[in-house]
C-alpha cells in the first residue's frame, strides 16, 4: 500500500460522492494503460516474442487496442477519440485491465537483439493495479472501486452498508425476501439503471409487506404497525405509520415504481437517502412477518 499524502493526514479523506468520471480521471487512466503497455504489464497475454521463439519482451499494444475495441464498443472505434467516454465503459476498461495484468519484471538480455525477456507474475501485478487504480479512484471522490477479484463496486454510504450487511432469517413469505435480497443486490451495481431497479424492488417489496396480514392492505398496514409496535412505548405506532404513509407519498411522487412524465428523477444522493430509509423501515417490521 502506498504511503498516504501529507494532506491525507491532517484532514478528513475527499468525501466519494461522484458518480461521474471526469476528463481528469480519464487522462490518468490513460496515462496507466500507457505505462503498463511500456513496462509490459499486459505482455503476458498480448505478448510480442523475441525472434529467436524463447521469450517475450514487450506488450502487443495493437492487439490489446484491438481486444479493448471489440469488447467495450462505447470506449469508441479510435481508443483515443475526443471526448469523454461513457463511465460505464471506462469502468469496464478497469476490469480488463485487471484481467490481463501480471507484474513483468526483466530477466535474460539478449544481447544479439538488445532487449530482455520477461517474466511474469499474476498475482502480484493485479495487486498493484488494483492498489493503483483504487488510489485514483479515491482521490478523485470517485463511488467506484476495484475489488479483490477485479470487479468494480459502487460504494455506498456506510450506513447503507451496514445496513446491506445484515443477515436476515427468512420470514413466512419468500417473494418479500426475494424482493429484499434482490433489491440490495441490485443497489450496489455500478449501473445506475440497475441501482434504480434496486429501489424499486425495494418499494415493491413495501408494497407487498402491507399484504401479509391482510389481503387488505389499509387492514394490513394497520395490523403490521401494531405487530410491530406491541410492547412498544406509546406513540411509536404513530411514528410507524407515519413513516409508512411519507415513503408511499414518495414512491407515488419520485421516478421509482412510477414512470410517468411527471415522475421526479432521483438524484444518487437521494436515493440513497430513501434507500436507507426504506430498509431500515422494512428491517424495523421484519420481525412481525417470521
Not at 502480484?124 to 485514483?136: H, I, Y
Not at 438524484?267 to 423501515?281: G, H
Amino acid at each position: 500500500m502506498a504511503d498516504p499524502y501529507y494532506s491525507d493526514l491532517v484532514r478528513a479523506p475527499r468525501v466519494r460522492s461522484e458518480d461521474e468520471i471526469d476528463d481528469v480521471l480519464w487522462a490518468a487512466i490513460q496515462a496507466l494503460f500507457e505505462r503498463g503497455v511500456e513496462t509490459g504489464s499486459f505482455a503476458q497475454d498480448f505478448p510480442i516474442r523475441c525472434d529467436d521463439g524463447k521469450g517475450t519482451f514487450a506488450c502487443d499494444r495493437d492487439g490489446l487496442v484491438a481486444t479493448i475495441r471489440a469488447e467495450i464498443s462505447d470506449l469508441g472505434y479510435h481508443f483515443y477519440q475526443r471526448g469523454l467516454p461513457p463511465t460505464l465503459a471506462i469502468l469496464d476498461l478497469l476490469e480488463l485491465m485487471y484481467r490481463h495484468a501480471s507484474k513483468a519484471t526483466e530477466s535474460r538480455y539478449h544481447s544479439y537483439f538488445d532487449h530482455h525477456h520477461l517474466t511474469f507474475d499474476r498475482a502480484v501485478g493485479q495487486r498493484e493495479f488494483r492498489q493503483t487504480v483504487n488510489r485514483l479512484l479515491a482521490r478523485s471522490g470517485s463511488v467506484y472501486e476495484l475489488d479483490q477479484h477485479g470487479h468494480v463496486h459502487r460504494l455506498v454510504p456506510s450506513a447503507v452498508q451496514h445496513l446491506l450487511a445484515l443477515e436476515l432469517p427468512d420470514t413466512r413469505d419468500r417473494e418479500f425476501d426475494r424482493l429484499l435480497d434482490v433489491s440490495a443486490r441490485k443497489y450496489l451495481d455500478p449501473d445506475p439503471a440497475v441501482r434504480a431497479e434496486g429501489l424499486e424492488k425495494l418499494w415493491d417489496a413495501f408494497e407487498r409487506v402491507k399484504t401479509l396480514l391482510d389481503r387488505d392492505k389499509k387492514k394490513g398496514a394497520s395490523k403490521l404497525i401494531d405487530a410491530s409496535t406491541d410492547g412498544a412505548a406509546r406513540g411509536e405506532a404513530n411514528l410507524l405509520h407515519n413513516e409508512m404513509v411519507v415513503l408511499t407519498e414518495i414512491g407515488n411522487t419520485f421516478r421509482i415504481r412510477h414512470h410517468e412524465t411527471g415522475a421526479v428523477e432521483l438524484s444518487a444522493a437521494s436515493s440513497d437517502q430513501l434507500f436507507m430509509r426504506m430498509y431500515s423501515l422494512l428491517l424495523r417490521v421484519h420481525p412481525a412477518i417470521r
